[in-house]
């Protein structure tokens, strides 16, 4: 069993760390960036799941909006290209960006 289980490990691809889409259909700078390095793909599914959990909250209206500024920042991700400091800035800015709207939803006590 041990080593069947072991077998399989070895043998099946790597997924920890996945980004929030399949780095092997990875075509522009920018998505290559994130899949060759650590931070930038913890920080895409970080931004990802943030998003997601968010998007869900809020009616059409909301919904729409945000569906908008993400599409926004996913152009401006992508002119940086391969440059990853440039990334981790837009990461750090989205991330905080989905955070304050969290803060600004009224939550019961």
């Not at 920890?16 to 060759?36: L, P, R, V, Y």
């Not at 869900?56 to 990853?84: H, I, V």
Request: net charge positive; aromatic share 6%; glycine share 4%.
């Amino acid at each position: 069993m041990k080593r069947t289980l072991l077998t399989l490990l070895l043998l099946s691809p790597l997924t920890a760390g996945a980004a929030s889409f399949d780095c092997h259909k990875a075509k522009e700078a920018d998505e290559k960036a994130i899949c060759a390095h650590l931070t930038l793909n913890d920080k895409d599914v970080a931004m990802s799941t943030k998003y997601q959990f968010l998007k869900g909250l809020f009616a059409m209206g909301r919904r729409g909006a945000m569906q908008d500024e993400q599409q926004s920042w996913l152009n401006t991700r992508r002119q940086c290209g391969a440059d990853t400091a440039c990334l981790n800035r837009a990461y750090d800015a989205r991330l905080q960006q989905l955070d304050a709207i969290y803060a600004s939803i009224n939550k019961p006590l």
